[in-house]
């Protein structure tokens, strides 16, 4: 159940006749009972939290007319994510700093907050911001960009700082996905002045930010983005296409819950090099789906087959 800390802290926000906060709260021991695996009970607490009639004057809302956030309790654990050492050890780095907040404030210093991923397509940056919420657990809150960003002059502006609002008053993790649709570099000449005072809107708002949210960017493409953003953001992560090593553990990871001791062979991993980690984790799900539906064992022939129609589909695309 809901931990000592939580219960006072919804206590403290009912007697504040703080609402926002109360269904903050609220949201947080959701995904603290999702991670407890007690999936049924957040759900219901979800529901409960999405039937409430609270007033909102200056926050976004969350519903179907405005879905600029969008809100979930994910459950993915931090050994799911598959990726180098250094940025395994970078995130659990970013966890730590927050578990201990209050001990960093007593010397001065703030935890990191506000992280920038960089990396192709599919190498687990979406992943990322789904784990540091479900370690923390808070409620993830996706900022959908393209609801975000409008032709008519201002109401970005507008809605981004609507969205700030949302980050101050309603503590959670906040993911900014497909980035670089706000944060292109300004020295660009396709950009026009409009996308420059989005720009420097963010820039405005994520400095003045001193929430107890934590704020998570991601971008295929680093060299689109201004380098006024860097020095904005406490961490920058850069994602690859995984290794040799990461291939490995990635098939262990994910088939050897279905098939046991299930190890994948040299010649099996050299034909994965080119493909993304979510492009592997498909791979894995339809052999497991395979598996299932033909009732037998997943073997190092199927998941080549499967790869090689992986790779058709892309020399196709670039054909």
């Given amino acids: 159940m809901a931990t000592a800390d939580h219960i006072k802290s919804l206590v403290k926000a009912h007697l504040d006749g703080n609402n926002e906060?109360?269904?903050?709260?609220?949201?947080?021991?959701?995904?603290?009972?999702?991670?407890?695996?007690?999936?049924?009970?957040?759900?219901?607490?979800?529901?409960?939290?999405?039937?409430?009639?609270?007033?909102?004057?200056?926050?976004?809302?969350?519903?179907?007319?405005?879905?600029?956030?969008?809100?979930?309790?994910?459950?993915?654990?931090?050994?799911?994510?598959?990726?180098?050492?250094?940025?395994?050890?970078?995130?659990?780095?970013?966890?730590n700093e927050y578990k201990n907040k209050n001990k960093l404030k007593q010397y001065g210093m703030d935890n990191r907050r506000k992280i920038l991923i960089e990396g192709h397509p599919g190498t687990g940056k979406t992943y990322t911001a789904s784990v540091i919420a479900t370690e923390l657990e808070l409620p993830l809150y996706t900022v959908q960009v393209d609801k975000l960003v409008t032709k008519f002059m201002g109401e970005t502006s507008a809605k981004l700082r609507q969205i700030f609002e949302s980050i101050e008053n309603n503590i959670g993790v906040y993911f900014f996905d497909e980035f670089d649709a706000i944060g292109a570099d300004r020295s660009l000449d396709n950009e026009v002045g409009e996308m420059r005072r989005i720009l420097n809107s963010f820039l405005q708002f994520i400095e003045q930010d001193t929430s107890e949210s934590i704020i998570v960017a991601a971008t295929n493409n680093q060299k689109l983005l201004d380098q006024a953003l860097f020095r904005r953001f406490d961490d920058v992560l850069?994602?690859?296409?995984?290794?040799?090593?990461?291939?490995?553990?990635?098939?262990?990871?994910?088939?050897?819950?279905?098939?046991?001791?299930?190890?994948?062979?040299?010649?099996?991993?050299?034909?994965?090099?080119?493909?993304?980690?979510?492009?592997?984790i498909k791979v894995c799900d339809d052999a497991i789906k395979d598996s299932i539906l033909h009732d037998r064992n997943i073997t190092q022939s199927q998941l080549l087959k499967l790869i090689n129609e992986r790779m058709t589909v892309y020399s196709n695309k670039e054909a």
């Fill in 238 to 280: 850069h994602y690859s296409l995984p290794t040799k090593d990461e291939i490995c553990r990635l098939f262990k990871y994910k088939l050897s819950v279905f098939q046991k001791n299930f190890t994948p062979s040299d010649k099996l991993i050299d034909s994965s090099l080119s493909l993304s980690h979510a492009e592997l």
């Fill in 21 to 95: 906060k109360f269904k903050t709260i609220v949201l947080q021991i959701a995904a603290y009972e999702a991670k407890q695996n007690h999936v049924n009970f957040a759900r219901e607490l979800k529901k409960l939290v999405d039937k409430s009639q609270i007033p909102r004057a200056n926050v976004v809302s969350l519903n179907k007319t405005n879905p600029m956030l969008h809100m979930t309790i994910p459950n993915n654990q931090l050994d799911g994510l598959i990726v180098s050492d250094e940025i395994r050890d970078r995130i659990i780095r970013i966890l």
